[in-house]
Nanobody, 114 residues
């Protein structure tokens, strides 16, 4: 059984910053993929960033503003979000792929508004 616990969402003004955290627990293989997806109202869930070992991938709209990182000792993935824009408003979901299965966090709301 794998559990993902997210934290760090909230309300921030445009141009501000937030840091999301996701701690994984349970049966986690060493080789795994961790990442963040988001879903805005009325839109499909989309990949924001993912990290495999030290290799990272970002969607174009967040490149240069968001940074994904991980602490393998803590099985935790982070998403540092800078220069936030109103269009970044969404529920952000932590994602883990391990042992051939996908796991999702409960989601954390990020709202960018003045």
């Amino acid at each position: 059984q794998v559990q993902l616990v997210e934290s760090g969402g909230g309300l921030v003004q445009p141009g501000g910053s937030l840091r999301l955290s996701c701690a994984a627990s349970g049966s986690i293989f060493v080789m795994n993929v961790m990442g963040w997806y988001r879903q805005a109202p009325g839109k499909q869930r989309e990949l924001v960033a993912k990290i495999i070992s030290s290799s990272t991938t970002y969607r174009d709209s967040v490149k240069g503003r968001f940074t994904i990182s991980r602490d393998n000792a803590k099985n935790t993935v982070y998403l540092q979000m800078n220069s936030l824009k109103p269009e970044d408003t969404a529920v952000y979901y932590c994602y883990l792929h391990t042992g051939g299965r996908d796991y999702w966090g409960q989601g954390t709301q990020v709202t960018v508004s003045s």
